[in-house]
């Protein structure tokens, strides 16, 4: 008989890429990960896991227990839906993070909808980057996320998570007041090559589709400025040091001096909603999805 414990170990260093980071996730010791880990191999009579480098490597038996740990999570899930089948009202705690902007603008006024609707149902809310909210769904903590999709998020065909796309949020050029380009009504973003940039840092998932949609429209941004905030960017734009994309769905500080220039070719990042697998059917998940998606229909107009 497989210890499931030992088993979530596993897929937690599968999940985390190492068994210091998996510990660390699940409040182990790493010598106390490590051993559920042997103690799981010896129950089975293979090998998990083979060096690799200073690391580890999962070996073809583990990815194959995987496979079937992920199936069996997700029958977990359905279970609980039919164990609550008598319970179709949405009730109790909800548990959903996002993005900055899907936070304001998509998550606060669907937690308000749900609250007039459902009083049964408690909604809680954080503001998570892309790759927190993934590891919190893994680990059980969070139910729904609104994530920006980007290549570094598991493949849509990962058996762990249910990704679905919510909406596509177009990027804007965004100038000072009496710029050029301020008095058209689209642009072609190759007009802007030229100018000084204001991007989204390094780290930030957001930075991959500016640089991309420049990179499509034939030029590499002279970045002079990084910010976190569309609202530091929009100030610094204010300014005059620079032009920048940024999301029609971030609702910018009003009476800036800034114009928002609509591009043509439509450049955008596309945001999904994402849940553990067999977790999208469960009542109170299924009112927010809907409540998201009526929200998402007219959020970007």
């Known amino acids: 008989m497989i210890d499931l414990r030992r088993l979530h170990v596993l897929r937690a260093v599968a999940h985390y890429g190492t068994v210091t980071a998996a510990a660390r996730a699940l409040h182990f010791t790493t010598s106390a ?70 936070a304001s603008v998509l998550l606060a006024p669907m937690a308000a909808r749900l609250q007039k609707r459902h009083p049964r149902l408690c909604v809680h809310i954080q503001e998570l980057g892309v790759p927190e909210s993934f590891d919190l769904l893994f680990e059980g903590e969070v ?46 973003l190759g007009d802007a090559a030229r100018e000084s940039w204001i991007a989204p840092v390094p780290e930030s998932a957001c930075r991959t589709h500016v640089m991309s949609a420049c990179g499509k429209a034939g030029f590499s941004p002279d970045v002079i400025h990084h910010a976190v905030d569309w609202n530091v960017t929009a100030h610094l734009v204010a300014n005059r040091l620079g032009v920048a994309l940024i999301p029609r769905l971030a609702h910018l500080t009003p009476h800036l001096p800034i114009v928002r220039v609509r591009c043509t070719g439509n450049p955008h990042r596309k945001l999904l909603t994402c849940t553990r697998s067999g977790g999208r059917e469960r009542p109170a998940i299924a009112a927010a999805l809907g409540e998201l998606h009526e929200l998402a229909a007219t959020a970007v107009a």
């Open 33 to 102: 990960a490590s051993q559920q880990i042997r103690q799981l191999a010896r129950d089975l009579g293979v090998d998990l896991l083979e060096p690799q480098g200073r690391g580890v490597r999962l070996t073809p038996a583990a990815e194959s227990l995987l496979a079937h740990a992920d199936a069996i999570q997700a029958r977990w899930e359905q279970a609980e839906l039919d164990l609550r089948a008598d319970h179709r009202d949405p009730a109790g705690p909800l548990r959903v993070s996002g993005l900055a902007v899907a």
């Open 143 to 188: 139910d729904l996320a609104i994530v920006e999709a980007t290549p570094r998020n598991p493949p849509l065909g990962d058996a762990r998570f249910d990704q679905q796309p919510l909406l596509d949020d177009p990027f804007d050029l965004v100038v000072p007041e009496g710029h050029p380009l301020a008095g058209r009504e689209r642009v072609e």
